[in-house]
Structure formats: C-alpha cells, structure tokens
C-alpha cells in the first residue's frame, strides 16, 4: 500500500470557522491531489500540486486553497468553512505521465 | 473536455453470478489513461486497473476481467462468479496525458455501487 496519512480522519466544525487538513506521503511522489467525494458526483478535483509550491486549481475549488512546501505535504484549507462543504476528502499521489493515482484514507468532514 | 459516464447507478446479483459494469468516456486526445477503483463499505479507494489508450488487449486477473474498446469508447469491468465480498461501490476513470506541465487529472465516472446478495 502506498503511504499515505491524512489528518485529521474525522472533524466536525462550524460554519465560518477555518479548517485544514494534511495530506503526508512517504513515497516521494511528485503529484498529490485533494478531491471531494459527495453522493451522486463521484470524486471531484479541487486542487492539485505537480512541485514543491506548484499548485493549480481544480473542478470545484472555490472556497478552498492549498499549499505545498514539502514534498511530502499537501494541505487543503477551507478559510471558512460552510454547510455545502460538508464532504469526504481524498488524498492522492502520482508520478507524471498519466501513473496510478493512489488514495489516502480520506477525512470525513461535517460542518454545522 | 473529459467525461465519463457510468449509467448503472445500483447493481444487485445473487452471489455466483456474473455481473458487468459498463464505463463510457469522452475524450478529444489520442493519447489517455482509463482507470478502475474498488470502493468497499469501509471506505477507502482500492486501485484496480489501469489501461493506456494504445492497448486494446483486454485483461484478466482472477475473476476480474476488463473490456477496452476504442471504438465505442467503453472500457466494461466484469466479475465472473461474484462473491459477497465484491460488494462495493465501482469508479471508472479518465486521465488524458496533454501536452501541459501538470495536466495529469482524473476525472470520475459517478459510481456503481454493486451488491452481492447471498
């Protein structure tokens, strides 16, 4: 299995208040990925990072923003959370060239 | 832009039978990935294959088996004598390999979710 952590694996927080979740991987992969999972969409890509401070957005990131300065580290925040980003969060790694993305364990959001 | 469609939302077969679950994709370049993910009840995301857009042989493993055909853009997933334990939610996806620095996203199908009933 690929090593990869997320944190925390579960969080329940209220609206307005700022969130942020940790991807670590131990694979020195040089892609990571947050996507969110909801009922009827299936995984959609928020952020992505292909290098150390190299970020591009995704499908739905409007409300979130990312950073990378490690490698290893990928973080997902929510400046200020809100009931529609109530979700489950996945991690993911990947080298280039259209490679296997391999999945955290994900982090199961709910916001009040 | 990329799509993929799995029109089977839910699935249900009594334990032992075949079962297939189709994926259909839309992509304008010549060069893309298609993938499947294992979904179980617990949760996490289990890669299952992974197949480039310039091979077509269609592959087995164990009771697994996965149908590419360019031509109808579709890549099916069949389980052949399905057991309880295949029970999970199935994800098709599509990369396409671009030309761009970074351009390596997926993007999913929105589930099957297979039930195997005893």
């Known amino acids: 299995d690929a090593g990869i952590t997320q944190s925390p694996r579960h969080k329940v927080t209220e609206t307005g208040t700022p969130v942020t979740l940790r991807c670590h991987q131990t694979e020195n992969h040089r892609y990571m990925y947050w996507y969110r999972q909801d009922p009827g969409h299936g995984l959609r890509l928020i952020h992505y990072s292909y290098g150390v401070k190299d970020t591009d957005k995704g499908e739905v990131s409007d409300g979130y923003s990312v950073s990378r300065s490690k490698t290893e580290d990928f973080l997902l925040t929510l400046e200020s959370a809100t009931s529609s980003q109530t979700s489950v969060y996945f991690c993911?790694?990947?080298?280039?060239?259209?490679?296997?993305?391999?999945f955290g364990p994900g982090t199961r959001l709910l916001v009040l | 832009a990329q799509k993929v469609t799995q029109a089977q939302t839910e699935i249900s077969v009594v334990e032992k039978e075949d079962v297939t679950l189709d994926c259909v994709y839309e992509t304008r370049d010549t060069t893309y990935y298609l993938f499947w993910y294992k979904q179980p009840p617990s949760g996490e995301l289990v890669f299952l294959i992974r197949?480039?857009?310039?091979?077509?042989q269609n592959e087995i493993s164990g009771r697994y088996s996965w149908n590419f055909q360019k031509s109808t853009s579709s890549f099916n997933f069949t389980i052949t004598a399905s057991q309880v334990v295949d029970s999970a939610v199935y994800f098709c996806?599509?990369?396409?390999?671009?030309?761009?620095?970074?351009?390596?996203?997926?993007?999913f199908g929105t589930g099957t979710r297979l039930t195997i009933i005893p």
């Open positions: 996806a599509l990369s396409e390999a671009g030309s761009n620095f970074g351009n390596e996203k997926l993007t």
């Open positions: 197949r480039n857009s310039f091979d077509e």
């Open positions: 993911a790694i990947s080298e280039p060239q259209g490679k296997t993305q391999y």
